[in-house]
């Protein structure tokens, strides 16, 4: 339940690292459920007759292999998934690492961001949930959301995060209009 959360920050951007770290227990039944449906798949591909032609086989193979798909994906996710956010002052971007695949960098740019949590569940006594990206309609100054985290992070790793964020925008505030925050007081 204690995902690793790293945070770096440049005068630029807001990088957020997220690894997971899931239970022994989970990763055991994934790798059994992948073997099992790995079987049914030779078993069927095995099962084939000939006459009838490799036509009548394309429905029901690439339903095997969805089969296998989707296990497999989660397993890797559970082994080695990660999941990288990029902050700037215009704009979120996010990808997802399964180890040996990685998704493509998605990006939603903004005029006026917000963060949020959603609270997932208390453990340990502390508030772990998803991290929430939010977009501000420059008209109506409506919230919509951009981006939720897939991992769960604790709440103070959230308070860091924005912390960060807030130093990110300050500093941007501050260079875009020439301003030096001085006072001879």
């Known amino acids: 339940m204690n995902n690793p959360v790293e945070i ?11 690894k997971v ?3 022994l227990i989970g990763k055991i039944i994934l790798s059994l459920i992948v073997v099992v449906c790995f079987a049914l798949v030779i078993l069927a591909a095995l099962g084939i007759h000939p006459a009838k032609g490799p036509g009548t086989l ?3 193979m690439a339903f095997l292999a969805f089969v296998i798909f989707v296990p497999l994906k989660m397993l890797l996710w559970n082994l080695y998934g990660k999941e990288t956010i990029i902050v700037n002052t215009r704009s979120v971007s996010w990808t997802h690492s ?3 695949v990685e998704t493509r960098l998605k990006t939603q740019t903004f005029e006026a961001l917000g963060t949020g949590f959603d609270l997932f569940r208390i453990y340990d006594g502390n508030e772990h949930g ?8 420059p008209i109506t100054h409506l919230p919509s959301e951009i981006y939720s985290t897939n991992i ?31 006072s001879k007081n």
Do not use: C, Q, W
Not at 8 to 18: A, G, K, S
Not at 154 to 181: C, Q, R, T, W
């Open 152 to 182: 769960i992070i604790p709440k103070n790793k959230l308070v860091e995060i924005d912390n960060e964020l807030s130093d990110l925008f300050y500093h941007e505030f501050a260079s875009g209009y020439e301003f030096i925050p001085f």
């Open 8 to 18: 770096f920050r440049n005068p630029e951007m807001l990088v957020v690292t997220i």
């Open 130 to 137: 998803h991290l929430l990206f939010y977009r501000y309609d």
């Open 21 to 23: 770290r899931s239970a």
């Open 58 to 60: 394309i429905f029901p």
């Open 98 to 100: 399964y180890g040996i």
